[in-house]
């Protein structure tokens, strides 16, 4: 089970580069970034098309290696890993968000969100129960033997996130999850993510949209690769934080269903 102290914090990134190849010339999409989330913290991530938020959530999540820099999760370095220990790193502590909903559309709804516990290691009876939960909490409980397709778009968001949540992880992070969703589907997430976070989880939550970054407690604005203002949060870590500061805590939240 995951213990983050708050003095280690859920994230540390410090001096992060990232320069791509392209045709013409190199594109330096990260020039040094740092910024520190604390545990229990809800942070949008903000800044126009082609300031490197999804590169720097990619780094995060460990799905693309950085050139300079270093990322620490849960006290844990993210950088200088192998493949697989990369891979480790991803299953335990991250989950991970997309505006394409990326789910396996030949599966059930449940098996969807059951998969990525089993990949982890855990027993599959325990991974359905928690599964059956997430569904449960998400709304879409009902919905456990269909398969993604008889789904609304806010309803395959919220299944994309439950599979998220499956390994309770440490970060919880999404790049435009109401990108590719009506008004009615994205204010679904908004009020799913604000639930979220007020049960203790962590989230870093990439979007150009003002409504969705509203409801995060801090907003993180970059331009050209570096974060340019990284406002405080008028809406801190939820009073419950001091409870709530450790996965294992947001994860009895979801057993008791408080949020
Ligand atoms: P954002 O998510 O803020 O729109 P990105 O992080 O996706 O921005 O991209 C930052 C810059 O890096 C852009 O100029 C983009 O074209 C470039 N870029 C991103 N990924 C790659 C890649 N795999 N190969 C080449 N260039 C890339
Ligand atoms: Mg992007």
Redesign the pocket.
């Known amino acids: 089970m995951t213990d983050i102290s708050p003095e280690r914090g859920a994230l540390a990134v410090t001096g992060l580069r990232k320069t ?3 045709e013409n010339a190199p ?1 330096r ?1 990260l020039r040094g970034v740092d910024l520190t989330v604390s545990p229990g913290e809800f942070v949008a991530v903000m ?10 959530l990619n780094l995060v999540a460990g799905l693309d290696v950085p050139d300079e820099g270093t990322i620490t999760v849960a006290g844990e370095p993210v950088t200088g890993r192998t493949e697989d220990e990369l891979a480790r790193m991803r299953r335990k502590h991250m989950g991970i968000v997309f505006q394409f909903f990326n789910l396996l559309e030949g599966m059930t709804v449940l098996e969807n969100v059951v998969l990525p516990s089993v990949i982890a290691g855990r027993r599959r009876k325990m991974a359905e129960t928690r599964a059956r939960d997430l569904l449960d909490l998400l709304g879409i409980g009902d919905k456990a033997s269909s398969v993604p397709g008889v789904l609304s778009g806010g309803q395959r968001q919220r299944l994309a996130i439950a599979r998220a949540l499956a390994n309770e992880p440490t970060l919880l992070l999404a790049d435009e999850p109401t990108g590719a969703l009506d008004s009615a589907g994205g204010a679904e997430i908004i009020e799913l993510l604000r639930r979220l976070h007020a049960g203790g989880q962590t989230i870093i939550l ?1 979007t150009h949209d003002p409504a969705v970054a509203e409801a995060a407690g801090r907003i993180v604005r ?1 331009r050209d690769g570096r974060v340019v203002t990284s406002d405080p949060a008028s809406d801190p870590a939820p009073a419950s934080a001091s409870a709530s500061a450790s996965a294992s805590a947001s994860a009895s939240a979801f057993g008791s269903r408080t949020i």
């Open positions: 791509f190849e392209a594109v999409a800044g126009p098309s082609g300031c490197g938020k999804s590169t720097l990439v970059m």
